[in-house]
């Protein structure tokens, strides 16, 4: 056998007849690099030899999943510490050693879950490959992961309560300052302590990451934020101890710039609750309990932790299935929107064995479902994970951002102890003397304009956003948004309106279409149908009125047979119309075509087996999806159309925008790797989207937009919601963007200027020769001149309007 020829043996899950393995050997066969498949049908094991340089082990996996079925694997859990910059080298890496079917790291919990095929290999041989590149490597219990989880959930409360010690810390300082007599003025030194104290204290975790990332050689903005923090903080401790009334003292500083870090941590902590709580409730509409058939026919319900892949479930109208598998006995109509996006529910039957998924609702019929995938392997599962890890995402300008503002750190360290030494050192000065101009340094490079120069702008432009409709979730979205190249943009819901409707009637043999509309809307009004709710609607749009119906006979798959007055109207598909030995049908044919060529419904109108009508269905175009995607084209982003419904549906979508790349027939996981594809080759992507199937998408791409009347967690995904539903909005959003940036530019320009001019001064480069200094207090008011600017500067864009 050849090097690159691979001999994997798995075990099938969810086979049963000679149809089962017919499908998934179809579905192998599109990989392109399978040499051999042989399974048994009673056992369910498989032998498949492919060529490695064309599949792997995940490549066969998603082949079967795809077919309706799922392979055995098993699960490991392990804890390793990664830089960002190492999560996509690591899953790359530990995704191609053999037998391994996935592996996702999660940047939050610090936790990789590895899932690998365990008749290919054992998970020490999968732990001992990884800990040869990976030595830091360690198995993580489930003890050990809900241990990390609940650490990073805690502290909200700390981060209120010192936000509004430090805001209290900044207005008493300032009353003082400009001459009001507060109580217990005499004591306010150390009232200002104690609440800087407070403030230190409860925001202790940021700064001993500061101090860390300090101490490992890469510090980042916590660890400026510490720095200036602690060195006001101890010389202010210093004054307050052995001269209390020789010296100023700068609480207020410490207390103000950790407290109002402490009010951002809180926001963000606050919003990942949010995401936690839209996930819980996601999770809760899982099925609880499931009805297993036993070997007798009898069923027995269950709780939904104890059915084992293999079971069959019985489902009845109006539940949810209850894992995911396939149909083996009966028919009904499955409402897949919550996975696929599309609004009318399918046929499922167990002719065809087509596969359900758990958490999809039957509206109509009654099914047993073989179960092939439960618990935390079904796609609802999935999305709820892929949700949970995406929502703490970071891009790599935020990383850029933090290195950025290290390197200023050390600058600014190494100019504080300079100026030290050469007063103490080489002028004789005093330590106390010494020590001011070096604090002087640290105060006038307080990281508090800094700080404030970018987010004052996102704040006020999170504002203007909200005034156009839109919601920015993310501090950094509308930086990185200019970045943008490739925009993914989901059809149903998104460049849809995303609910069937009657968009033409064709009269057929010169009928009156009014008179076919009465009679078709009267045989539907007992219907549940989304189709048969469009026709309603339709009707009631148009001041039609339904007539009493009898008789009413709803075929599966093919539409409703009603009474109405003396006449047996049918209405539904070509097929019913022919199953009913239907005359004058010839006429029928070239209308059908032509409607389906435009990727929408044919519905047939028949009145005693006459066909009289045409009724045209299909899923409206927003009237501004033209222009979104005109615009898109314009600034130099690439449109790609990603859906699950038809590819015939989408290239007729496709044709009528403009767009020329299209991805249809997409499943939530399809999704989530177009967009990492498409990532992996350097492209940002914004992905636009509005369902569960879109929520892993959204939070996976560089920039996550939500429509909002989607889904809760899809919202929760999503770095942007469009609250007003309005696609102009997005193309609105680019244009804040814009002007948001060059604010942040020009606060930027003015927080560093003042740093160069003032720095020169503050180490005492004018002492000797015209004896001027910058003392520490000084150096606040320059800073506090520095944060005017900045804010009046960001202010002006609450002014701003779009063109």
């Known amino acids: 056998m050849s090097n690159y020829l691979k001999k ?9 007849c000679a149809a089962c393995i017919y499908s998934i050997r179809r ?3 599109k990989l392109g690099g399978i040499v051999k498949f042989e399974a048994d049908v009673g056992s369910g094991e498989a032998v498949v030899v492919y060529d490695s340089r064309q599949v792997s082990t995940k490549d066969i996996a998603k082949a079967v999943r795809d077919s309706g079925y799922d392979i055995e694997k098993r699960q490991l859990q392990v804890f390793i510490d990664l830089e960002e910059a190492e999560v996509s080298s690591f899953e790359k890496y530990v995704s191609r050693l053999s037998g391994v079917v996935e592996c996702r790291y999660s940047p939050v919990t610090k936790v990789a879950v590895i899932l690998f095929n365990p ?19 360690r198995e993580a219990s489930e003890e050990v992961v809900e241990l990390i989880e609940e650490r990073e959930s805690g502290g909200y409360a700390g981060r209120l309560v010192s936000f509004l010690a430090g ?3 900044v207005a008493y300082h300032s009353l003082l300052a400009f001459g009001v007599v507060l109580p217990l003025y005499e004591y306010s030194p150390y009232m200002l302590f104690v609440l800087a104290t407070v403030v230190i204290a409860l925001n202790l975790d940021i700064v001993l990451r500061g101090l860390r990332s300090l101490s490992r050689g890469v510090p980042t903005m916590d660890s400026l934020i510490s720095l200036s923090s602690l060195v006001t903080y101890i010389y202010s401790t210093a004054v307050l101890s052995f001269a209390p009334k020789h010296g100023e003292v700068f609480f207020e500083a410490s207390a103000g710039v950790l407290g109002f870090v402490a009010a951002g941590k809180y926001l ?8 936690s709580r839209a996930i819980m409730r996601l999770a809760e509409l899982a099925v609880r309990t499931a009805r297993v058939v036993n070997t007798d026919g009898s069923t027995q319900e269950v709780g939904i932790d104890s059915v084992k892949v293999g079971d069959t479930v019985e489902v009845k109208a109006g539940e949810r299935v209850p894992v995911d598998g396939v149909v083996v006995d009966g028919q009904g109509y499955v409402d897949e929107s919550m996975f696929t996006g599309e609004p009318t529910p399918k046929l499922k039957t167990s002719e065809t064995r087509d596969s359900v998924l758990a958490g999809s609702l039957l509206v109509s019929g009654y099914i047993r479902v073989r179960a092939t995938r439960v618990g935390e392997d079904t796609s609802l599962s999935y999305i709820i994970r892929a949700v949970r890890e995406a929502q703490f995402f970071k891009p790599n300008i935020q990383r850029l951002a933090d290195r950025v503002v290290g390197y200023l750190t050390w600058a600014v360290l190494f100019l504080s102890a300079a100026t030290f030494c050469y007063w103490f050192l080489v002028e004789g000065l005093g330590v106390g003397e010494a020590l001011l101009f070096a604090v002087s340094v640290l105060a006038v490079t307080c990281p508090c304009p800094l ?7 996102i704040s006020l432009a999170s504002i203007k956003a909200a005034q156009l409709g839109l919601l920015v979730r993310r501090s950094d979205v509308l930086e990185r948004l200019l970045r943008v190249n490739v925009a ?3 059809k149903t819901g998104t460049l849809t309106v995303g609910k069937p409707k009657v968009l033409g009637v064709t009269p057929l043999n010169s009928f009156d279409p009014t008179i076919a509309l009465e009679y078709a809307c009267s045989a539907e009004l007992k219907s549940e149908h989304p189709l048969g709710q469009a026709i309603l609607d339709y009707c009631t749009h148009y001041g039609i009125s339904p007539k009493y119906a009898s008789d009413y006979i709803h075929i599966p798959g093919l539409g409703v047979i009603a009474r109405v007055g003396d006449s047996e109207v049918a209405v539904g598909s070509y097929r019913l119309i022919e199953k009913m030995n239907s005359s004058g049908t010839d006429n029928i044919a070239p209308v059908i075509e032509k409607v389906s060529s435009m990727g929408r419904t ?38 790609i159309l990603a859906t699950g419904d038809s590819a015939k549906t989408a290239s007729v979508i496709a044709s009528e925008l403009g767009i020329d790349s299209i991805y249809a027939e997409l499943r939530p996981e399809d999704k989530v790797e177009l967009v990492e594809s498409i990532q992996s080759s350097g492209a940002r992507v914004m992905f636009i989207g509005d369902g569960v199937n879109d929520a892993a998408a959204i939070g996976r791409a560089f920039v996550g937009v939500a429509m909002g009347r989607g889904s809760d967690i899809s919202k929760e995904a999503g770095d942007v919601v469009v609250m007003s539903n309005d696609l102009f909005s997005i193309v609105e959003l680019f244009k804040l963007a814009k002007m948001s940036k060059r604010k942040s530019m020009e606060n930027l320009f003015w927080a560093f200027a003042y740093n160069l001019l003032l720095v020169p001064m503050a180490m005492g480069f004018f002492y000797k020769s015209f004896g001027l200094m910058l003392r520490p207090e000084a150096a606040a008011i320059a800073m506090i001149m520095s944060d005017i600017s900045v804010i009046l500067n960001s202010l002006t864009l609450l002014r701003w309007r779009p063109k």
């Open 488 to 490: 993914i943009l989901d």
């Open 27 to 29: 579905s192998l066969e």
């Open 8 to 16: 994997e043996k798995f075990r099938l899950i969810g086979v049963d």
């Open 451 to 457: 700080g404030i120069a970018i987010p004052m702008v």
């Open 119 to 137: 008749y290919t290999v054992s998970e020490s041989e999968v732990l001992s490959e990884i800990k040869s590149k990976f030595p830091q490597l």
């Open 268 to 275: 963000e902590e606050r919003l990942r609750r949010r995401a």
């Open 602 to 639: 044919a519905v047939v109108v028949a009145i005693d087996k006459t066909p009289v009508a045409v009724l045209e269905i299909g899923d409206e175009l927003r009237p501004e999806g033209k222009y979104l995607v005109r615009f898109l084209v314009e600034s130099g982003v690439k449109p």
């Open 167 to 169: 805001l209290s810390a």
